[in-house]
């Protein structure tokens, strides 16, 4: 237990460190500088995406993404792997590079994996690495020194690749190894994504010692449809209670989770269903989805994609990141000096309905919290009415709401042709059109003049005897500077509204990113803007609206402003002082 102690109080000095280090220099990269976000995760400067091998070990967060470390956009032969550190998944500190490409067997990029604790504590990390001969290989790494606390050099052994390129894949398309699993069998398992013979497929790999790899002779999973797919993630949940399982775990009171990252339509989908790990197969709960996994649940209706889970041993919980890519220009990325953020990370667990996801920030985002506003309970919002909610800077705020509907008679009737299309039923139907039931929401990142603002909110449909309940986040005035992508997003929360007869909302605002959270987590829904307003200093607004024919009651609002979190701060001289004799390349 002493060495336990003393082995904590290491990292914690080390840690302390490294944010005094961060934050000593100059602050001109902090919060609200050209969008950039207060408390959610991103590099001091340059280009980022997918996450990649998030843990805990030994007492501290790890997080490792997909890093430009030459510029702010993505070049296809540069990835490196970005590594931070933290003690609280809220506050980072920046380390040199974690992988480089530097070997024949990744001269090409070091591209996306995971990583995996092995019996004895040992990290690992498993990644795809792009050939001298441009082929997409999986490699392995080691800490350098296993007893470094922040794990700052990494090894990839000579004898890499531990598994070829096969040859009935094309050569661009096996790549983004899992976190590995432990069978009953005693084997490693991990997912590789590959196209095989023109089919999207999840292929399964076993070991015994980590270094040699077969391939099961069954996909995971295969879709005709859906085109490539990429960053494959198999984890267990529990069927009761919200705790986390390792990833190994495997038992009757379990059931797995396969999401898919899907390149024709930037978006992660999901299913919960049954593994076997005796044939190393998936099979899902709604069957009646198909195996196209485009048919499948969303883990988020906006602008995310590469999502990525981590048992957190510490918490007993399993914690999801996603890259969130901006929507402005590539020359606004180079002005900016930086592109791409994660959503904040989120707690995962089953739904008592056993087919969804529930999605929530996790619990340390309270420690950011500073002075909270509220609204009365039981305030009316009137059709039509739009009441600001004052007393915080709303540019880096937590707002809980919970809205009470009286009556659903005046719902309007749904065209079964838009449950195949929520994100476009939202466009045609958004904040500005008058509904029945709703729409009814947030407006947030408003300017004092409402020429941009952001509205997140809710409408009621009839659909036969039964109502369905549409989630949107709205786009059209977020911004009214030139170039800006602004999509609609939306999904419909699968919950029965005539029975609970409320709603409930939770959106993060952080200059840039919404991220909002639905029915407590069901649908979530992650917008990027870029309000002018905000950028050249002048203050946003927050307000309840109803844009419906029918009232609507607020039970609960609660707003907090939002501290600035200490994250990979930029100085004088850059990031962190690198590790000694460390190399840093080019990465995407």
Known sequence: MAGLALAACAVFFHLCLLLLLSSSSSLRLAAGGRGRTAYHFQPAKNWQNDPNGPMYHHGMYHFFYQYNPRGALWDIGNLSWGHSVSGDLVNWAALDTALDPTAPFDANGCWSGSATILPGGLAAILYTGIDANNEQVQNVAFPKNPSD????????????????????????????????????????????????????????????????????????????????????DLFPVAEHGREGLNTSANGAAERHVLKLSVMDTLQDYYMVGRYDDATDTFSPEERERGDDCRNWRRLDYGHVYASKSFFDARKNRRVLWAWANESDSQADDVARGWSGIQTFPRKLWLDKDGKQLLQWPIEEIETLRRKRIGLRRGTKVEAGALLEIAGIASSQADVEVVFKLPSLEEAERLDPIWLLDPQKLCGEKGASVQGGVGPFGLIVLASGDLHEHTAVFFRVFKHHDKYKLLMCTDLTRSSTRAGVYKPPHGGFVDMDIEEHKRISLRTLIDHSVVESFGGGGRTCITARVYPEHAETGNDSHLYVFNNGTDAVKVSRLEAWELATATVNVVGDDGLVAPASGATRQSEA
């Open 149 to 232: 606390p922040l794990l700052r050099e990494w090894e990839k052994p000579a004898y890499n690749p531990v598994i070829a390129h096969p040859a009935d894949v094309p050569g661009d398309k096996f790549r983004d190894p899992s976190t590995a699993w432990l069978g009953r069998d005693g084997l490693w398992r991990i997912a590789v994504s590959g196209e095989v013979d023109g089919v999207a497929s999840t292929l399964v790999y076993r070991s015994k010692d980590f270094l040699r790899w077969e391939r099961n002779a069954a996909p995971l999973h295969a879709s005709h449809a859906a085109g490539m797919v990429e960053c494959p």
